[in-house]
């Protein structure tokens, strides 16, 4: 079913944002909340370092190195299940940085959707006129 003309591929993928931000909020009040938990290693979306390593590296291609992996025809559908892999004990400084740059980036995208959803009632208004 087709969510229509009004929730276009720009609101879906600020939703999308929006439940990558959700997720990683957890993960990182996960981290913090285990801080002084012995043998606990800190938790993260392994997103941001898949993307850093092939910025680096001057070369983004979506490839599939196993059977199992999503196609690469379809990178939406590989927002919706990030990975989670461990990197190491509870750091609460890098932790807090990671908690800001999450809460701004969620604001952002929360208010990317506010301006899109206005531009819409204003269409919608002034196209009656």
Known sequence: MSSGIIFDKTAKMIQDRLSLNSFNQKLISGNLANINTPGYTAKEVSFDSALRESLEEQVLQMVRSSGSHIAPENPVEAMKS????????????????????????????????????????????????
């Open 82 to 129: 990030p990975e989670v892999t461990e990197s190491g004990p509870v750091d609460l400084d890098n932790e807090m940085v990671k908690l800001t740059r999450n809460s701004i980036e969620y604001q952002f995208m929360v208010s990317m959707l506010n301006k899109k959803f206005t531009m819409l009632k204003m269409a919608i208004n002034d196209g009656g006129a």
